[in-house]
Antibody, heavy 117, light 112 residues
Framework: EVKLEESGGGLVQPGMSVKLSCATS????????MDWVRQAPGKGLEWVAE??????????YYGKSVKGRFTISRDDSKSIVYLQVNSMRSEDTGIYYC????????WGQGVMVTVSS | DVLMTQTPVSLPVSLGGQVSISCRSS???????????LHWYLQKPGQSPQLFIY???NRFSGVPDRFSGSGSGTDFTLKISRVEPEDLGVYYC?????????FGGGTKLELK
């Protein structure tokens, strides 16, 4: 069974940083591209970042609203994908989902991040 | 960025009925590899999105054949026949042909 479980969210002050983790199991993690998608409260889905596999040189891509502040990374030995979020803003508030890339076929349950003083 | 326009925003339906959701992109979604990376998801209240259709017309594992996807280029449609209670929620289209990946704004399928 494929499982993805995000962690690391919570209440964060504006300007501060947080590192989200997504632990996975049930599939060959190292073969997959991985993505992060977020959803502001009551809003639609917004793609955040993607990291490809070793075959694709671990290339990374970012949405325009997060480029320069967010960093996606992965640890194939642990089957975990990370999202480092810096200089947080109120508009970064929302649920952050990790998902298997390509077709976004499997999703975690999401982790809530609230940016507020 | 590729703009994904979904219509309608809200779609009232009777159980057993049939509905169609449109997703139009601001540019062609045909990739240089010849594939079209347009996918459909359902998000039920309080849950994560779940993949229903990938690459325009391919049903994901476990998705009933009441769901069908079609289209090409910039114009795509999701059809649901014989609507059941578990089909209700918000449907999103997603293009993963281009960067940044972009989602449609969502279509809420609800009971009349």
């Amino acid at each position: 069974e494929v499982k993805l479980e995000e962690s690391g969210g919570g209440l964060v002050q504006p300007g501060m940083s947080v590192k989200l983790s997504c632990a996975t199991s049930g599939f060959t993690f190292s073969d997959y591209w991985m993505d992060w998608v977020r959803q502001a409260p009551g809003k639609g889905l917004e793609w955040v970042a993607e990291i490809r596999n070793k075959l694709n040189n671990y290339a990374t891509y970012y949405g325009k609203s997060v480029k320069g502040r967010f960093t996606i990374s992965r640890d194939d030995s642990k089957s975990i994908v990370y999202l480092q979020v810096n200089s947080m803003r109120s508009e970064d508030t929302g649920i952050y989902y990790c998902t298997t890339g390509y077709y976004f076929d499997y999703w975690g349950q999401g982790v809530m991040v609230t940016v507020s003083s | 960025d590729v703009l994904m326009t979904q219509t309608p925003v809200s779609l009232p339906v009777s159980l057993g009925g049939q509905v169609s959701i449109s997703c139009r992109s601001s540019q062609s979604l045909v990739h240089s590899d010849g594939n079209t990376y347009l996918h459909w998801y359902l998000q039920k209240p309080g849950q994560s999105p779940q993949l229903f259709i990938y690459r325009v017309s391919n049903r994901f594992s476990g998705v009933p054949d009441r769901f069908s996807g079609s289209g090409s280029g910039t114009d795509f449609t999701l059809k649901i026949s014989r609507v059941e209670p578990e089909d209700l929620g918000v449907y999103y289209c997603l293009q993963s042909t281009h960067f940044p990946r972009t989602f449609g704004g969502g279509t809420k399928l609800e009971l009349k």
